[in-house]
T-cell receptor, first 115, second 114 residues
Framework: DTEVTQTPKHLVMGMTNKKSLKCEQHMGHRAMYWYKQKAKKPPELMFV???????INESVPSRFSPECPNSSLLNLHLHALQPEDSALYLC??????????????FGAGTRLSVL | SQQGEEDPQALSIQEGENATMNCSYKTSINNLQWYRQNSGRGLVHLILIRSNEREKHSGRLRVTLDTSKKSSSLLITASRAADTASYFC??????????????FGPGTSLSVIP
């Protein structure tokens, strides 16, 4: 099973809403990632979890709150977002082999629209 | 900061022709990867080339890496309409950690016309 599952596929929310994005993998990967991708742009790294610990936060605004409850799950909690946060949010996972950039397995993404 | 940069930004070819995309990067790397993304979908890994390799093949894909010039190229031979997608090179920062700080190039949008 080389699948990373993201839910929901689409999300529309108002600026005062609270919502969560969910990501799940069962490949035994211990590194998980959140990326944000705007139209016609490459994915931009937001957060990295390694062994369920937050390892990288790329200066993401606090209205985005990541959570890694266990080695298979990754959540992204959203609160008080702005219209410019509308984007495709991608989750990825990789094997934790140090010293070698590992293949990343991506989910299909959540298309987020903030009204 | 942007690690990888690609050209061309967009490429349109006829089915059966070859497509070549180039990527340049700035710092030392462990390896370089190429990914494909169909419109609005997740990225799919295509091929990985290690920093001590110069060329690698996988089916209709050929990747080269020139670490002295900090550049790589992806060649897709005998293109098909199904190859229409965006292609991204991806590099790390040579970190020795159990996770990767991956930086994607701006990508090349490939259109293969039937």
């Amino acid at each position: 099973d080389t699948e990373v599952t993201q839910t929901p596929k689409h999300l529309v929310m108002g600026m005062t809403n609270k919502k969560s994005l969910k990501c799940e993998q069962h490949m035994g990967h211990r590194a998980m990632y959140w990326y944000k991708q705007k139209a016609k742009k490459p994915p931009e790294l937001m957060f990295v979890y390694s062994y369920e610990k937050l390892s990288i936060n790329e200066s993401v605004p606090s209205r985005f709150s990541p959570e890694c409850p266990n080695s298979s799950l990754l959540n992204l909690h959203l609160h008080a977002l702005q219209p410019e946060d509308s984007a495709l949010y991608l989750c990825a996972s990789s094997r934790p082999i140090a010293g070698a950039m590992n293949i990343q397995y991506f989910g299909a993404g959540t298309r987020l629209s903030v009204l | 900061s942007q690690q990888g940069e690609e050209d061309p930004q967009a490429l349109s070819i006829q089915e059966g022709e070859n497509a070549t995309m180039n990527c340049s990067y700035k710092t030392s790397i462990n390896n370089l990867q190429w990914y494909r993304q169909n419109s609005g979908r997740g990225l799919v890994h295509l091929i990985l080339i290690r920093s001590n390799e110069r060329e690698k093949h996988s089916g209709r894909l050929r990747v080269t890496l020139d670490t002295s010039k900090k550049s790589s190229s992806l060649l897709i031979t005998a293109s098909r309409a199904a190859d229409t997608a965006s292609y991204f090179c991806a590099t790390d920062e040579g970190m020795k950690t159990s996770y990767d700080k991956v930086i994607f190039g701006p990508g090349t949008s490939l259109s293969v016309i039937p």
